[in-house]
């Protein structure tokens, strides 16, 4: 047991996945810093809306092809494994034409009705952005389905500087609006889409390897992940469509909610990490036997939640100043908000990787529609409390209650999956957090001693 845990930290694509999305975030945080404490809050909201509903729609795109193709490519190899690149490929192709055919006449035909929307911005900006974003999406997709997790450090990485060095000089420089934050965030993916283009990161040299069948596969799994991955997203990003809507609460309320959340953003680093590196070792482990997907399975939740616990330590005790350093005197008048915000969802931090890992989990076992079927029971109890929560009692402590409620719902119904299809029980995981804690308690005490 101890000896794969070592096995599993010391793993490249674990280690390059990691500093990938601590990189990305690292900027991020800088960046969200800036943001919240030059913007007023009127149009941090704005972006906040903004940015949550694009998230939104690149997780319909990546349900569509990239969920398939990871299982796919990481499943298949040679001319098989070509096949499914090159089909990957070309669907994120139509889908992003699709989307474009869609806004761009749509955004013609309501603009002059909504002159002040928050979400008319998306279907003007959004074709642009999709196209921007495309080549360095499919490459990720590419390197996460072969297990190249360093190519996907440096597109991640890269994507992170540039935002903070064109967001930030232009935060810094200019007189700030909306427009001009969503050009210079979109000027990113296009330098990054051009480097992984000339590079060959994305792909595109097995576009001759193309069949239409491949493509059907992908699309066939693609239904169930797209309606997942959305249903995912809206499950996140609910809450502040939510609030957006309330003409009581509106922009100013969701910057006042993004601040804690923050905290989420951060902890889902390492998370983020395990998962996108166990999604493709599940998948094929799955195929060799139950038991190996269970000894792979066990690893990587035992290990995640073991790397969450000094954080949901630390988080509590340095909260108020970590929220006043954050939102400075903008948010000053609202730091006992957001810290009764931020207790509830340390409830939440706590049962991510129980939740992430049920939905990894059914995705290896080619069961889409069971994980689409849980997040649909998810995002409907979790909308209707936070209508009540928004329009009856003006309340964003209740909104991040629900967020937790419903997040314990899905994991109930994640695990009665995973023990029909594995055997693998919640008990006996249990058991292995602890003994992985233990051990790593244990080599702590080691290497204090020395």
Known sequence: MFGKIKKLLSGSSNI?????????????????????RMLNKDLYGRWIIFITAVSLLDM??????????????????????????AATYRLSIYSTFILSLIFIPIYFLIKDFFLDSYYLPIL????????????????????????????ILVIRSSIGVLNLVFMGLYILLFDENLTGIIITYGLSDVIVSIFVIFTRWDGSRFFRYYKRENLTKILQF??????SNIGSSLLRSSDTIIISLSSVMGAPAVAIYAIPLKFVEFVEIPLRSLTATAYPKLSAAYTESKEKF???????????????????????????????????????????LQKTILYIIIGYIFTLPFDRYSGVA???????????????????????????????????????????????????MGWRYIYKFSGLTLSFTLKQIFRTLGYILKSSTKLFKK
């Open 222 to 227: 693609g239904k169930y992940s797209t309606a």
């Open 60 to 85: 319909l795109r990546t349900g569509l092809t990239a969920t398939g193709a990871i299982r796919a490519i990481s499943t298949t190899k040679g001319e098989e494994q070509y096949s499914n690149i």
């Open 124 to 151: 003007l900006f959004y074709p642009f952005l999709a196209f921007a974003n495309l080549a360095h999406m499919q490459a990720v997709t590419y390197c996460q389905g072969i297990v190249n997790f360093k190519r």
């Open 362 to 412: 059914l995705f290896a076992f080619d069961k889409p529609e069971l994980n689409f079927k849980k997040i649909i029971v998810m995002l409907i109890s979790n909308v209707a409390f936070d209508l009540v929560a928004v329009f009856i009692f003006h309340s964003l402590e209740l909104v991040a209650v629900a967020t937790v409620l419903f997040t314990i719902m899905g994991i109930v």
């Open 16 to 36: 390059h996945s990691l500093i990938g999305n601590i990189l990305y975030a690292a900027f991020s945080m800088v960046l969200f810093f800036m943001m919240v």
């Open 294 to 336: 269970n000894e792979v399975f066990s690893l990587y939740i035992s290990y995640s939640v073991v790397v969450l616990l000094p954080l949901l330590i630390i988080i509590p005790l340095s909260a108020g100043y970590i929220l006043h350093f954050f939102g400075g005197k903008i948010y000053a008048d609202s730091i006992d």
